[in-house]
Structures are given as structure tokens and as C-alpha cells.
């Protein structure tokens, strides 16, 4: 898969098919370099359509824009602010936000935004960038002013505090389509250590679900000690995942599972169809099908 930050050029009679669900990246729409390349989301071409339409709709002409500091936010928010441009809009600035800033780097940033006139927040950045940066504008007790979030930013309760969720009051946001994906939900109720013994990341998940700690084998004792004091349960396997412990699943924005479910569905009917072809009417050479019993990357992204 090719990530949203770093592109490789892959040979089209050597690899593929690479499927990602969130790069939105547009060069890698450019099939002359990435010719094995797919994806199931769109390319930031059409967000940023989407954006400028969704200002000019509620004529917001003077913006301030907020952008992570990697190649997806420089190169998107650069591509968004001379969109708005165009459409006779004017960004202030561009403030730049990473998750490896400082406290008092982002505290600064945070001053600034506040202090400028500017009304409208463009945020173009996935939320693990631009979440400490939020915090910091939360602190400072932000007011009047409307943030409008890209798509890659998700809106994830857990990671806020309530004090944040007041200063998305009013807030518009763009989302990556979704539709229900059968027996999704009942696959999650169903997850559990005993009947998955050999999943690596169960145990894992089943202490994130229930707020526990599984004991070592040998132990008796109901409560294991952590390491900043106190007590918490221990972990155990007959726990059902009832709808309370289901909100560690974030459900209420199912996006990137929906698209990496799609992703998964569309490579199994590639195999499907090149499983059953028929010699003669194949896409290969003279009509002729893949050998299934020696199937090729490349014959795969055929399909």
C-alpha cells in the first residue's frame, strides 16, 4: 500500500494490484507512474471541489486555514487556498500544525488563530495532527468562530475532552461515503479471546473494551496492580461485548473500515472473475486466462 506521505513507482509487469483506503494523494491518480495503484476513496481533487462549493454556498469569502505539516496537508491546503482564490475568496494564513510540536509551539499557534479576525477555520488535516492544537484553542476559551473539516479529519469522541466538544459547536464537515456493511456489527459482538485464541490482538483490545488487565497465567488474585498504584479488574474471557463496551469501536464513524471493506470485496471479485475465465476469452495474450494454480500480482490487477 502507498501511504498518503511517501509515493514509489510501481512496475505494472512486476507488482499490484495496492489497494489503500485513504490515500487521497492526486499524482498517484497518474496511472503512467503508478500504474498498479488503487484506491477506494477519491483523490483530493474532488475534496477540494467540495470545499470551495461548500464556502462559496454560504458565501464565506475570508478564511484562515489550518493544515498538517506533511506532504498531504502542504501539498492539499496549498492546492484548497489557491481554489478559494480563484473563486474570489482570500486565506489570511495558513497555520501549520504536527503532532510533534511542543506545547508552547502549538500554545503560540493557538494565540494567533484567536487573536485574528478571521471568522471561518478551514481545517485540512487528519485529527492525530491537529488534535493537540485544538486542545490548546479549547483552553484558550475560543469563540465565533467556524471550523470546517476536511475528510480525513474523523471525528472521534474518545479523543476530545467535553470542554473541546464546545468549541465544535456549529462546526461542518466533509465525510467519506459510507453505507451499511451487513452483519458488521454482530461480527464485532462476537469477538472474543476464547473464541479467537490465536488473534494477537484480541487480548489487547478486550483490556482497551473493558478497562482491565489480564493476569499471568499462574495468578489467583480477582485485581492485578498497575504500575502507578491502585488496582484495576482483571481480564476475562466468558466478557460479552455489550453496547457499552462496543463505543471503543468508534461506530458512530465506520468510514475507513467501510472503505477498507470495499477494498477487500473488490480484490476478492478480481480473483473471482480470473478464476473462472474462460480460454479464448481471457485478457491476456491471445484471449488466454492466468494459470490458477500460478496466479501473478499483475494478473490480479488486471481485473
Known amino acids: 500500500m502507498v501511504s498518503g506521505a511517501i509515493c514509489v513507482i510501481i512496475p505494472a509487469d512486476q507488482y499490484g494490484p495496492y489497494e489503500s483506503y485513504g490515500s487521497v494523494l492526486p499524482m498517484l491518480s497518474d496511472k503512467s507512474q503508478f500504474p498498479s495503484f488503487l484506491r477506494t476513496v477519491p483523490s483530493n481533487t474532488l475534496q477540494i471541489l467540495a470545499l470551495v462549493r461548500l464556502l ?121 461515503q459510507l453505507t451499511k456493511m451487513p452483519a458488521f456489527e454482530d461480527f464485532l459482538t462476537r469477538l472474543n479471546p476464547m473464541h479467537d485464541p490465536n488473534d494477537r490482538f484480541i487480548k489487547l483490545f478486550w483490556e482497551k473494551a473493558f478497562n482491565c488487565r489480564w493476569l499471568a497465567a499462574n495468578a489467583t488474585d480477582k485485581l492485578t496492580t498497575v504500575a502507578q498504584g491502585g488496582t484495576i479488574p482483571s481480564c476475562f474471557e466468558k466478557q460479552t461485548l455489550e453496547q457499552t463496551a462496543l463505543n471503543v469501536f ?13 477494498a477487500v470485496y473488490a480484490l476478492a471479485h478480481a480473483v473471482t472473475f480470473l478464476m473462472s475465465c474462460k480460454p479464448g476469452f481471457g485478457p491476456f495474450i491471445n484471449g488466454s486466462c492466468a494459470d490458477v494454480t500460478n496466479i501473478k500480482p499483475w494478473q490480479v490487477n488486471e481485473y
Open 250 to 262: 468508534e461506530l458512530n464513524d465506520l468510514s475507513s473500515s467501510y472503505h477498507t471493506y470495499i
Open 56 to 176: 462559496g454556498h454560504f458565501g464565506w469569502t475570508w478564511i484562515g486555514m489550518i493544515v498538517s505539516d506533511d506532504e498531504m496537508g502542504l501539498q492539499g491546503g496549498q492546492d484548497l487556498k489557491e481554489a478559494i482564490e480563484q473563486n474570489k475568496g482570500c486565506v489570511a494564513f495558513m497555520e501549520r500544525t504536527h503532532t510533534a510540536y511542543s506545547q508552547a509551539k502549538l500554545f503560540a499557534i493557538a494565540n494567533a488563530i484567536q487573536g485574528h479576525t478571521v471568522k471561518v477555520l478551514v481545517v485540512y488535516s487528519s485529527v492525530v495532527h491537529v488534535k493537540d492544537l485544538l486542545e490548546a484553542l479549547s483552553t484558550l476559551n475560543l469563540t465565533n468562530k467556524i471550523f470546517i473539516f476536511s475528510a480525513s479529519f474523523t471525528m472521534t469522541l474518545s479523543l476530545f475532552s467535553k470542554q473541546s466538544w464546545k468549541l465544535f459547536n456549529g462546526s461542518l464537515g466533509l465525510v467519506l
